[in-house]
């Protein structure tokens, strides 16, 4: 098992930024890779962006990109998410996963964090 817990969620104006970050804790042998989901009230869980554990270079979705940026730190078992320039529709619950090197999937989430942009 992957024990995940986020923070730096909160109340932000459009514009504005914030870093949210996550600490993985137990099986850290099975990460593939660490990233963020989010999903807004009414709608789907959306993918935000992920990075492999072991090397290579982050991947962010096109609604993201050139605002958000993804970063780990391996020594610390943690991953963040750098966001600049919020936006209202950056509005949502932001979960951190682990994608599993056994499953291939996303396996594990975090309970999930409240980011909300105001205009």
């Known amino acids: 098992q992957v024990q995940l817990v986020e923070s730096g969620g909160g109340l932000v104006q459009a514009g504005g930024s914030l870093r949210l970050s996550c600490a993985a804790s137990?099986?850290?042998?099975?990460?593939?890779?660490m990233g963020w989901f989010r999903q807004a009230p009414g709608k789907e869980r959306e993918f935000v962006g992920a990075?492999?554990?072991?090397?290579?270079?982050?991947s962010v979705a096109e609604s993201v990109k050139g605002r958000f940026t993804i970063s780990r730190d391996n020594p610390k078992n943690t991953v963040y998410l750098q966001m600049n320039s919020l936006k209202p529709e950056d509005t949502a619950v932001y979960y951190c996963v682990v994608r599993s090197t056994i499953s291939g999937r996303y396996d594990y989430w975090g309970q999930g964090t409240q980011v909300t942009v105001s205009s």
């Open positions: 990075i492999n554990w072991s090397g290579g270079g982050p």
């Open positions: 137990g099986r850290i042998s099975v990460i593939y890779s």
